[in-house]
């Protein structure tokens, strides 16, 4: 990941739901141009907060059994709010279903009472090794990273240095 998005998980139920939050911060430099005049956190960012805290509920559902997991669609996405500089984004996403290939979120954001987003995602997963058993270790490598990734964010939020 480039872009962390996520500070930490507030609630966590395996199967069900993760609440996980940001907090935003001026500093963040692509507020500096997005817009000069009024800063509010992208929307294309906001979404992909709720991508991230969808995969870290699959993952934490299914043990990590899955290197890759990644976004496959978006489906009514609406952004009813702006998430200015200096707020707590808040997101909640909860499994709809999931089969062996694919998983469907319904997700939503607020600052405090005000909704930032709401939307509906599906997420598809797989393995390196499952079109190329020569990268299983890759596979191996992703998932201890980012079991000790979810360790920090459950404890403390954001891990320092983490570039993924």
Known sequence: MRFWLLDKFEDVAPGERL???KQVSYSEEYLQDHFP?????????ILEAAVQASAWLLRI?????HS????????????PGFVKPGSQLRITTELM????RE???KVTGAVGDNPSLTGRLVLQRYNLADSDPDQAEVDAHVVR?????ESVMRLTGTPSGATG
């Open 145 to 149: 990273y980012m079991r000790s990734i």
């Open 97 to 100: 279903k999931r089969d062996d």
């Open 103 to 105: 998983a469907s979120f």
């Open 19 to 21: 609440v996980a939050s």
């Open 37 to 45: 005049e009024f800063p509010v956190l992208p929307g294309v960012f």
């Open 61 to 65: 559902t299914e043990d990590y059994a």
């Open 68 to 79: 890759v997991i990644e976004l496959k669609e978006a489906k009514n996405i609406k952004y």
